[in-house]
């Protein structure tokens, strides 16, 4: 099946620097969205991609849509301690009737004050 | 408040027990999704609604597991005979027809003793 690979695994940091994640998949995915999860609590969706080379921002947040269509990135820029959380890439290959979301294991990012 | 809503938050059961949950989505979304997280992982799909319909299940959905949408609005998820296994936040999110933006609950923590 298809597999999202997310990394790092987690990061530690130091306040005010700037971050950088990705996911790769050995398969062609049609979008990508890129969510938040703090603990005990559901995802929050931050940037969405449509098409191969997009880059999109959203505040201190910038996301790529990589060329191949196998992989996204995840840029954020001076990093505050509310950033702390897993970030978690999906998936999704878009036609038909399926509309289900395929996950990374996420990046656990702490930042230190 | 006008986003994902589930309740209960947080189940504890007894291994064979049947259990219901229930989420609400924001409304005028015709599109439901159920999802399953444990520890460490990313969200997995178990099934997704168009209006009343239930359009795709995954494997992961035993047929000890039930979802229901039955006036297109809100849904339910069941587990009968639950085993520990099942020891997982059950996460819902719901999105409008003709877009791959899912917005997610904040999730029911289940723990099956």
């Known amino acids: 099946g298809q597999q999202l690979n997310q990394s790092p695994q987690s990061m530690f940091i130091q306040e005010g620097e700037d971050v950088s994640m990705n996911c790769t998949s050995s398969?062609?995915?049609?979008?990508w969205l890129w969510y938040k999860q703090d603990p005990g609590e559901g995802p929050v969706l931050l940037i969405a991609?449509?098409?191969?080379?997009e880059l999109t921002s959203n505040g201190r947040l910038t996301a790529q849509f990589g060329i191949t269509r196998k992989d996204s990135f995840l840029n954020i820029s001076a990093s505050i301690p509310s950033d702390v959380g897993i970030y978690f890439c999906?998936?999704?290959?878009?036609?038909?009737?399926?509309?289900?979301?395929?996950f990374g294991k996420g990046t656990l990012l702490t930042v230190n004050p | 408040d006008t986003g994902v809503s589930q309740d209960p938050r947080h189940k504890i059961t007894k291994r064979g027990q049947n259990v219901t949950f229930r989420c609400d989505p924001i409304s005028e979304h015709n599109r439901l999704y159920w999802y399953r997280q444990t520890l460490g992982q990313g969200p997995e799909f178990l099934t997704y609604f168009q209006n009343e319909a239930q359009l795709e299940k995954s494997r992961l959905l035993s047929d000890r597991f039930s979802a229901e949408r039955p006036k297109g609005s809100f849904s339910t998820l069941e587990i009968q005979r639950t085993e520990q296994g099942d020891s997982a936040m059950y996460l819902c999110?719901?999105?409008?027809?003709?877009?791959?933006?899912?917005?997610f609950g904040p999730g029911t923590r289940l723990t099956v003793t």
């Open positions: 999110a719901s999105s409008f027809v003709d877009t791959y933006e899912q917005y």
């Open positions: 999906a998936g999704l290959v878009s036609g038909g009737s399926n509309y289900k979301l395929t």
């Open positions: 991609l449509y098409k191969a080379g």
């Open positions: 398969s062609i995915f049609n979008t």
